[in-house]
């Protein structure tokens, strides 16, 4: 046997050993600053500023948009109602009728007047050309033509007006005479209205009229169409109080063919108001987490992370919590993965998945 072959083969495997172990050593006596600083991914959210909504209540009644009274501008007999309480009317629809046989015969002596003074006239103004008529006698003969000419009209007027006319469409309310009545001038016929538009007036205290530039919606109910709300628009309002020191603020709404709301109906009006002074920041519920009986988030400033500890309001809106306390609108908080940070963990925020563009495809 060659024990010297022997022994270099065994001085080798030795060596071999060696390296291998100085080398897994090597590897295994690290102090742990790899982990520490490696960079975690997280996905964050931007702390809201919110403001609390309120609400008030007030009891108001509709009217219609407008209520006008109809009436002959002429006196004399009804000679014939046109419509009925309760029917639907076009602006121009023929409302009523007068029996005009008076204002015809008027306007038949009015109308050969003119026609001779118009004749005379015309001879006359021939001789004044002609310095055959002195210049006063012409201007008399011109006066009385015109005089004349206006009569006619007045009477064509009067005529005219013994036919009643819808001055929009509406609905007629009521009809106070029957066919035959004799009626002076000025006496109402009929009352016509207006629902277009709904309006409806509501009284208010001071209180609610300052915040009249916070509203942010309007609306009302009616007991008796369940599950409905209609919405109002603000018109105007009244700068001076009543004498109970409420202040009128004036309200319509626009109905469609099937609105069930009609004037006369009772509603209860709710107004919608924001209150700064109640303002509070809202966040994601998955951003915030318990330590020791306490509320925490993870703040994120320049990339690092650190544990922000905050105070939750008692309510929620829109699915996110409330914070009163311990954060600004605008601070940037992790969400979600919350237990796998540790304070002062370098992070890498994650961008938000483009809605147009899923998966990163564009």
């Known amino acids: 046997m060659n024990y010297k072959n022997v022994n270099q083969r065994s001085v080798i495997y030795a060596i071999g050993i060696a390296v291998i172990l100085a080398v897994l050593s090597s ?35 509709v009217k ?10 002429v006196a004399g007999p009804i000679k014939k109602i046109h419509v009925r309480e309760g029917d639907y009317v076009k602006k121009g629809q023929l409302i009523a009728e007068m029996d005009a046989r008076d204002y015809e015969v008027q306007k038949a002596a009015a109308q050969a007047q003119v026609e001779q003074l118009r004749s005379e006239y015309a001879r006359v103004q021939q001789l004044h ?10 201007e008399k003969m011109k006066a009385g033509k015109e005089m004349a000419e206006a009569k ?5 007027d009067q005529l005219n007006d013994t036919r009643l006319y819808a001055p929009f469409s509406g609905y007629v309310a009521e009809v106070m005479f029957d066919d035959g009545a004799l009626v002076n001038h000025g006496t109402p016929i009929a009352t016509m209205i207006d629902v277009s538009k709904l309006r409806v007036e509501i009284n208010v205290p001071s209180s609610m009229f300052l915040k009249r530039d916070a509203i942010t919606k309007i609306e ?27 202040y009128a603020i004036y309200l319509h709404h626009q109905p469609d063919a099937n609105s069930p709301l009609a004037p006369g109906m009772n509603v209860s009006v709710k107004i919608y108001y924001t209150t700064p002074f109640n303002s509070l920041l809202s966040l994601p519920a998955n951003a915030v987490f318990e330590k020791q009986n306490e509320s925490y988030v993870w703040l994120v400033e320049d990339n690092t ?14 699915g996110n919590l409330q914070v009163s306390a311990g954060l600004q609108a605008g601070d940037q908080v992790v969400i979600g993965g919350l237990n796998l940070l540790k304070e002062n963990d370098t992070v890498e925020i994650v961008a938000p998945v483009s809605k147009s563009n899923v998966g990163n495809l564009l």
């Open 220 to 246: 009302c109910t009616q007991d008796d169409i369940p599950g409905k709300t209609f919405a109002l628009t603000l018109d105007n309002y009244n700068i001076k109080a009543n004498n109970n020191g409420l």
């Open 305 to 318: 992370v650190r544990s922000k500890k905050i105070v939750l309001s008692k309510q929620i809106r829109n």
């Open 129 to 138: 050309r002609r310095n055959s008529v002195a210049d006063n006698d012409y």
């Open 64 to 73: 219609e948009n407008q209520k006008i009274n109809l009436a002959f501008r």
């Open 152 to 156: 006619l009209e007045n009477v064509n």
């Open 27 to 61: 590897c295994g006596s690290g102090n742990g600053k790899d982990s520490d600083t490696y960079v975690k991914l997280v996905k964050t959210a931007r702390v809201q500023q919110d403001s609390l909504v309120e609400q008030k209540q007030f009891p108001a009644t």
